[in-house]
């Protein structure tokens, strides 16, 4: 996950409501201006003489940039920066800041040597595009590959305690979490983005499953989902691979009817217990929510499959088998 600061010189209030709505990590300002923004709300506010800016004009500029970072300096490159210099700079930092101010750049900038900079500073006339970039660096994750699965059981397994996740975000048709029995094999459980004669829609919450089961968390991670707790981020998964990052409310452990659904892709085959409800739904591969008392033997939903192997949810290279 990316730093986004945005730059409001000269001070603009309406920009600076923008910025604050949009959840920028800090914003920069005149010096005669940090009081101003710290009247609005509580945030990081930064004299813009605390991170100074150097234009590449020349080689002599990235070196001075190289140097001021060594030291531990805070400077920002100017817009207008290429991409073999930036490069440059992250192979000796990790502390890389540039200025943008469209979304295509803070996506080059947030890609560059497959990791990145650490930081981008939107200029005021990015201020149209700020709410995206912010998701784009800040929420989303990348893409995860989904596959398709073929259903091979859908049993009834008695009564256990199991995890409905309440974030504070709104989800939309085909976004859900991964969760399985297995770290290299999840399911996309769909969020209650649908509603039906009986129940309202919740679509903020993931009816998960069982609190022993593997969720897959951001910075390729899992965490069992028993353990997840309020203020915690959880990832949020689309149907076409998108991520986003969300934060949790609550989550509620109950004792419900569950059910067993297995599914296998080629040789592998996977497992996860969902609650028996008509509300939980897992993914159809065009991304269509199914509910799990509609599921049946040979349906193909959507999956993700990866190699076992964690501790404390970090991924290790061991020789596991989970079931």
């Known amino acids: 996950m990316k730093k986004v600061l945005f730059k409001s010189v000269p001070f603009n209030k309406d ?3 923008l910025a604050l709505e949009s959840g920028v990590d800090a914003i920069i300002v005149a010096q005669e201006d940090v009081e101003k923004v710290r009247s609005l709300a509580r945030c990081t506010v930064l004299a813009q003489d605390a991170m100074p800016v150097i234009a590449f004009a020349s080689k002599k500029d990235e070196e001075e940039a190289v140097s001021r970072l060594a030291k531990g300096e805070d400077v920002v490159i100017a817009r207008g920066w290429e991409i073999i210099p930036i490069e440059n700079l992250l192979a000796q930092s990790d502390n890389v800041t540039v200025e943008v101010a469209t979304l295509d750049e803070a996506k080059l900038a947030a890609g560059i040597l497959e990791r990145g900079v650490n930081a981008v500073v939107v200029l005021p006339e990015g201020a149209e595009e700020l709410k995206r970039i912010v998701a784009e660096l800040k ?9 398709p699965a073929t259903v091979t059981a859908v049993e009834h397994a008695g009564l256990g305690h199991r995890v409905c996740v309440d974030t504070m975000s709104v989800m939309k048709t085909g976004q859900g979490m991964l969760v399985g029995n297995s770290s290299a094999f999840t399911f996309l459980v769909h969020a209650e983005t649908e509603r039906n004669e009986y129940v309202a829609a919740r679509p903020f919450r993931v009816n998960a499953g069982a609190v022993h089961a593997y969720v897959v968390m951001p910075g390729d991670r899992t965490t069992y989902l028993e353990e ?9 998964v689309g149907h076409d691979g998108s991520t986003a990052l969300a934060t949790v409310g609550r989550c509620k452990v109950e004792v ?3 059910l067993l659904i297995k599914a296998r892709v080629g040789g592998t085959e996977g497992a996860v217990f969902l609650q028996n409800a008509e509300t939980i739904r897992v993914v159809r591969r065009d991304g269509s929510p199914v509910s799990v008392v509609a599921l049946k033997e040979g349906d193909e939903i959507l999956v993700r499959t990866d190699a076992a192997g964690r501790h404390f949810g970090m991924r290790i290279q061991e020789d596991i088998k989970e079931g």
């Open 15 to 17: 920009h600076i409501t």
């Open 139 to 147: 929420l989303s994750q990348g893409r995860l590959e989904l596959v």
């Open 228 to 236: 997840l707790a309020a203020g915690e981020e959880v990832l949020i």
């Open 256 to 258: 419900r009817p569950m």
